[in-house]
Antibody
Framework: QVQLQQSGAELVKPGSSVKLSCKASGYTFTDYAMKWVKQRTGQGLEWIGV????????AYNEKFKGKATLTADTSSNTAYMELSRLTSEDSAVYYC?????????????WGQGTLVTVSS | DIQMTQSPASLSASLGETVTIECRAS??????LAWYQQKPGNSPQLLIY???SLADGVPSRFSGSGSGTQYSLKINSLQSEDVASYFCQQYNNYPFTFGSGTKLEIK
C-alpha cells in the first residue's frame, strides 16, 4: 500500500534552514508528482508546491518562492523540502501528499506530517 | 489566486442529525473540488473529489454536491467518529487553495 513516511519534528533557530524528508513506498516513485502542504496550528492548509521526480520539474505557489525548495532522490524514493531563512511564521506542520492518479488535483495520500518549530 | 470561503467555521449537532458545510469559490472551478476530514492530531483524509465522487473507503453517509462557485458537503446520520475539522480544496487553478475549515462537534 502507498505510504509516505516523513522525518521527525524539528526545533530550529530563526534565520536558519531546515530540510524535511518524505520517503515513499508501495508504488513507483517516479510515476507520481509529490506535493507539499503547510498547516499552521489551528489554521487552514496552504499548498506549497509540487515536484515531478521523473523529470525533476518543480512548480511553486508564489507565496513560497524563495522560501521552499523541492528536490527528489529517485535512488532512495525520497522527496525533500528545504525551508530557508526561517521565521516564526514558518512554524507549522508540513505534509507531503500524493494524488490518487497521475492527473488528479486532489490529495489522496498524506504523510504523517513534520512539525517545524522556529524558536530561539 | 482563487479564494475559497467556507462556512460555518464551527458547527455543533446531535448524533443522527444531518449537517451541511458550504464552500464558495471566488470564480467558477468547474467541479474541481475536494473535501477532506481531519481528526485531531492526524493528517487530513480525502472524502470527496470532483465535487461529488466518494473516495475509497468513505462511508456513504458523506456526500458532495454543487457546481460553478457553490459546493456543499453533507453528512447524514451524524456519528461520534465524525467529530473532526473539514476542509474544501479547489484544484481548478494553481495555486491550489483550501477553505479555512469547519470544526464539527457533537452536542
Amino acid at each position: 500500500q502507498v505510504q509516505l513516511q516523513q522525518s521527525g519534528a524539528e526545533l530550529v533557530k530563526p534565520g536558519s534552514s531546515v530540510k524535511l524528508s518524505c520517503k515513499a513506498s508501495g508504488y513507483t516513485f517516479t510515476d507520481y508528482a509529490m506535493k507539499w502542504v503547510k498547516q499552521r496550528t489551528g489554521q487552514g492548509l496552504e499548498w506549497i508546491g509540487v515536484i515531478d521526480p521523473e523529470i525533476d520539474a518543480t512548480a511553486y505557489n508564489e507565496k513560497f518562492k524563495g522560501k521552499a525548495t523541492l528536490t527528489a532522490d529517485t535512488s532512495s524514493n525520497t522527496a525533500y523540502m528545504e525551508l530557508s531563512r526561517l521565521t516564526s511564521e514558518d512554524s507549522a506542520v508540513y505534509y507531503c501528499t500524493r494524488p490518487s492518479t497521475v492527473a488528479a488535483g486532489w490529495f489522496a495520500y498524506w504523510g504523517q506530517g513534520t512539525l517545524v518549530t522556529v524558536s530561539s | 489566486d482563487i479564494q475559497m470561503t467556507q462556512s460555518p467555521a464551527s458547527l455543533s449537532a446531535s448524533l443522527g442529525e444531518t449537517v451541511t458545510i458550504e464552500c464558495r469559490a471566488s470564480e467558477d472551478i468547474y467541479s474541481n473540488l475536494a473535501w477532506y476530514q481531519q481528526k485531531p492530531g492526524n493528517s487530513p483524509q480525502l472524502l470527496i473529489y470532483d465535487a461529488n465522487s466518494l473516495a475509497d473507503g468513505v462511508p456513504s453517509r458523506f456526500s458532495g454536491s454543487g457546481s460553478g462557485t457553490q459546493y456543499s458537503l453533507k453528512i447524514n446520520s451524524l456519528q461520534s467518529e465524525d467529530v473532526a475539522s473539514y476542509f474544501c480544496q479547489q484544484y481548478n487553478n494553481y495555486p491550489f487553495t483550501f477553505g479555512s475549515g469547519t470544526k464539527l462537534e457533537i452536542k
